[in-house]
């Protein structure tokens, strides 16, 4: 029987790609090599966007109270608090821990997830892909109509697909230790001193994560090779603290290795988080964007299954996230040039802090690293608001004098048209979007006073179910050709 789609990897973004699948009714399995999450956490928190994308899915609150982190870029901290928006970012999630909430996501909406399952290969066929694969129980194949990478930074389906991964090999790296009861002084954006960097912050229940930059050092091509022995010599060097006898969870190494797909879509081939995008970490942006790119296929994808996807809708998934993808790779090498170079970059690290202060600049870096500055090509329209996210914490009154709030329209990973009072045309809005009822809630409410005040508050909004706007009002873009272009043939 064939599938709806099949991903490959159980990471985070594989299982958020299999949520946002099956919220659009799509059959979908997930394949993954190892027999259960491994429990290891490179990233420790998400960014703003990403918190929102989980918030649109009802899946924030079940992190249960979060620490909201400052920002900065390059080690060059950022007042968040001057700026308009909100881009404090989630701080002290292991994603070992955001694998565990998705997971959980995934049993409720009865999603397949295989583990001890490798994938070894696949072919293309008129109609679809089929995914050859060893499990528990020996060979098999199993068909599907689309296929999705979400397997890493050294993605076998990258590599079958063909698709090209050109970009920057490493000039440093960077050493990683989970420790428990070290009681290791706290540096969560990361301290210099002689001989590179250090940071330090606490992980979750005792365990302290280390992280050092130490300009004399080379991680070792195998991982397999590093001992704690060498990050504890290195950290006593620079800080003049001992932990050669803290108890260690974990170590690892990486590099500033930047790379990006050159397409993330090959037929019905599609590829999504590191398998697209790998670079130096650097404000847990790797996963957040990954994130982001299934909420964005997620939708595209369940509407080519179902069949009603309109001509060249899967080829926006490209034409939208390639770009984000490079400005991930140029922040994140900038970031890195300015945070682990050494004093020489200290007065570019001086005019970037007179810099920051300025809120035009704060949030121009604060919209990079936190992705709230991503505004995608909608089409007709002039809207100021046009191609920008809906942010979902806003609240709503509907008709019905009832309380409700933009990520809750978003559960269902539908499209919405809100329509508030301000409307003059309601009626004929309601009337046009009717057709579409199938794929598009209609719903009439307002915003908050606050929200109502602002000069670019749109009287009506259509919102994609990834959380962007494709149209607005006041505006001289009809909606139809909007909903035609994002929802398909009436």
Known sequence: MSKGAIIVGAGPVGLMLAGELRLGGVDVTVFEKLPAPSGESRGVGFTRRAAEVFEQRGLLARFGDVEWAQGHFGGVRIDFSQLEDNHF???GIPQF???????AWLDELDVDVRRSHEVLGFRETED???VEY??????????AQYLVGCDGARSLVRRLAGIDFPG???TRGMYMADLVGADVRRRPIGERVPGGMVMSFNLQNGVDRIVIHNEALRPPEDKSSLTFSVIADAWEEMTGERLHDAEVRWISSFTDTTRQAAEYRQGRVFLAGDATHIHMPAGAQGMSVGVQDAANLGWKLAAAVNGWAPEGLLDTYHSERHPVGQQLMRNTRAQTKLYLSGEEMEPLRAVMQELVADPDVARHLAGQVSGLDIRYEMGEGSHPRLGLRLRP??????????PSSV??????????LIITSAATNAAELRETAAPWASRVDVVTGDFSDEETARPD?????????????AWAAPDEAALKPALQRWFGAA
């Open 89 to 91: 970012s989630v701080r």
């Open 128 to 130: 679809g892909v089929v």
């Open 407 to 416: 990520s809750e329209l978003l559960r269902s990973a539908r499209g919405v």
């Open 168 to 170: 920057w090999e490493p």
């Open 393 to 402: 914490d806003l609240p709503l009154k509907l008709a019905d004098g009832s």
């Open 97 to 103: 821990h955001t694998e565990e909430i998705l997971c």
């Open 134 to 143: 060893q499990g528990p129980d020996g060979h098999g194949e199993l068909s």
């Open 457 to 469: 508050a749109p009287h009506a909004v259509l919102v994609r179910p990834d959380g962007y706007i």
